[in-house]
């Protein structure tokens, strides 16, 4: 057996994470196994293993890559206690509204949130997960917006375009929809 260096395995893990991403999306969460993942990269189910457990811990990498990944685009949702200006929230919104990789995520995480669960359900740890942080960005829209309530709706808003722009089912740019959508909250 080789002995790989860390940035090599970085690398990997990264190919890895990549096609999966790529093939939850196009094929759903249900449906692709460990070795579509590893035969889409000409890798062997074994080295898949040798970076994660298990399919339910892949798609656990998967989401934690997902969060840090709407981090990075909606900083100003962290806030500064006095919340957004108009522009800047529109602003905020409109980026995550065109990012190509969110709406990836999106359609990743409906999938688990539809998932098929069993008594030996291992993916629901990741559900219970994704509706907290679900939760906590009703929170924070809230405070942004002064209302709980307004900042729950557009949080549902949101959620809905970006379910069925990855469903297919809507316009390729849904930026558009942010000023309207603002507006509809009275911001």
């Not at 509204?97 to 990741?126: F, M, N, S, W």
């Not at 679900?134 to 729950?152: P, V, Y």
């Not at 740019?173 to 959508?181: E, R, S």
Request: with cysteine; proline share 4%.
């Amino acid at each position: 057996m080789v002995r790989r260096c860390p940035r090599d395995a970085a690398i990997t893990r990264e190919r890895i994470l990549a096609s999966a991403e790529l093939l939850f999306e196009h094929h759903g969460v249900q449906s692709v196994t460990l070795e579509q993942v590893a035969g889409a990269i000409a890798m062997t189910r074994g080295a898949i293993y040798g970076h994660f457990h298990s399919r339910a811990d892949l798609l656990a990498a998967v989401m934690a890559r997902a969060e840090a990944h709407l981090a990075g685009l909606l900083p100003p949702f962290a806030g500064n206690g006095r919340g957004l200006a108009r522009p800047d929230l529109e602003r905020a919104l409109a980026t995550m509204l065109q990012d190509e990789a969110v709406l990836r995520y999106a359609g990743i995480v409906l999938g688990l949130l539809h998932h098929a669960c069993t008594p030996a359900c291992k993916l629901c740890h990741l559900t219970v997960h994704i509706r907290s942080r679900g939760r906590a960005l009703c929170d924070g829209l809230g405070r942004l917006l002064g209302e709980q309530g307004k900042g729950a709706l557009l949080a549902a808003h949101l959620w809905g375009l970006l379910c069925a722009r990855s469903l297919r089912l809507a316009p390729v740019d849904l930026a558009g929809c942010v000023g309207p959508l603002l507006q509809l909250y009275g911001e």
